[in-house]
């Protein structure tokens, strides 16, 4: 069974940072390209960032370019989102997703809730 | 970046009823269309990809159609689990673009 547990959300002041973890299991981790999407409160998703299995591509939305690094350690079936600079706006619902044929999001996990406020 | 639209925003109907969303992307997509469905609180869920192709698991009751920048997602006979709202998403290029979702409630 396809499994994604993203952790480490919470409450962070403007100005700082937070890194995002997300445990894949049930799948062979290390062929499939992730993706972050997000969800602020009360509002529709929004697509953060992409990594290809081998992290030879990598995308991010202008939104959060320059702020945001999205990594993996396939050794460890790891997806990570180290998130610099948090702003308001950025406060949301993370969810980690697999990437599956026709660069869907197949599987999704629980999602974990950043909140920036002072 | 390619602009999704959908229509209604929201709608309400009943158990049985057939209900059909829309989907409009700013530019030709072909079809690299997929359809989440979202319930309070829980993760977004694929039901379809490709405009038309269910996602294994998902009951036959929900269909899509459509290519290039017109689509819809119908369900034939609502369900009370169907209550829920849904999203069109295009995956044709980056940034990968969600419409803003139509919400779904009884009637």
């Known amino acids: 069974e396809v499994q994604l547990v993203e952790s480490g959300g919470g409450l962070v002041k403007p100005g700082g940072s937070l890194r995002l973890s997300c445990a894949a299991s049930?799948?062979?981790?290390?062929?499939?390209?992730m993706n972050w999407v997000r969800q602020a409160p009360g509002k529709g998703l929004e697509w953060v960032s992409s990594?290809?299995?081998?992290?030879?591509?990598?995308y991010y939305a202008d939104s959060v370019k320059g702020r945001f690094t999205i990594s993996r350690d396939n050794a460890k079936n790891s997806l990570y989102l180290q998130m610099n600079s948090l702003r308001a706006e950025d406060t949301a619902v993370y969810y980690c997703?697999?990437?599956?044929?026709?660069?869907?999001?197949?599987?999704w996990g629980q999602g974990t809730l950043v909140t920036v406020s002072s | 970046d390619i602009q999704m639209t959908q229509s209604p925003s929201s709608l309400s109907a009943s158990v049985g009823d057939r209900v059909t969303i829309t989907c409009r992307a700013s530019?030709?997509?072909?079809?690299?269309l997929n359809w989440y469905q979202q319930k309070p609180g829980k993760a977004p869920k694929l039901l379809i990809y490709?405009?038309?192709s269910l996602q294994s698991g998902v009951p036959s009751r929900f269909s899509g159609s459509g290519s290039g920048t017109d689509f819809t997602l119908t369900i034939s006979s609502l369900q009370p689990e169907d209550f829920a709202t849904y999203y069109c998403?295009?995956?044709?290029?980056?940034?990968?673009?969600f419409g803003p979702g139509t919400k779904v409630d009884i009637k």
């Open positions: 997703a697999r990437e599956g044929g026709d660069s869907t999001s197949d599987y």
């Open positions: 049930g799948f062979t981790f290390s062929s499939y390209s």
């Open positions: 990594i290809s299995s081998s992290s030879s591509y990598i």
């Open positions: 530019q030709s997509i072909s079809s690299y």
């Open positions: 490709a405009a038309s």
């Open positions: 998403q295009q995956s044709y290029s980056t940034p990968p673009t």
